[in-house]
């Protein structure tokens, strides 16, 4: 099994800032693709970033140059940092991982419980 946890989240003005983190941890074998999602009462969830094991780095347009996703693999840790903060932007972020585990060979997704971002207008 593979746990991720989310922090970082809470209330900030328009324009401000914000870190957010996602901790892996587990008996993980190999942690692949992951990304952020964020999703507010009624609408589905959306992808808001994603970055590959490699680093190859992808963004939803609402959010390209003023969102940055990374990694540490060597931590199991993904983040994002979230600049020039909109209203709009208030939802809930979860983080999401393809991994797969010890012993296991297919590949899962997993999810993080989500963090609560809200942008004061």
């Known amino acids: 099994q593979v746990q991720l946890v989310e922090s970082g989240g809470g209330l900030v003005q328009a324009g401000g800032s914000l870190r957010l983190s996602c901790a892996a941890s587990?008996?993980?074998?190999?942690?692949?693709?992951m990304g952020w999602y964020r999703q507010t009462p009624g609408k589905q969830r959306e992808l808001v970033a994603g970055i590959t094991s490699g680093g190859t780095r992808n963004y939803a347009d609402p959010v390209k140059g003023r969102f940055f996703i990374s990694r540490n693999n060597a931590k199991s840790t993904m983040y994002l940092q979230m600049n020039s903060l909109k209203p709009e932007d208030t939802a809930v972020y979860y983080c999401?991982?393809?991994?797969?585990?010890?012993?296991?060979?297919?590949?899962?997704?997993?999810w993080g419980q989500g963090t609560q971002v809200t942008v004061s207008t």
């Open positions: 587990g008996s993980i074998s190999s942690l692949n693709d």
């Open positions: 999401n991982a393809r991994a797969s585990v010890s012993y296991v060979a297919k590949e899962y997704d997993y």
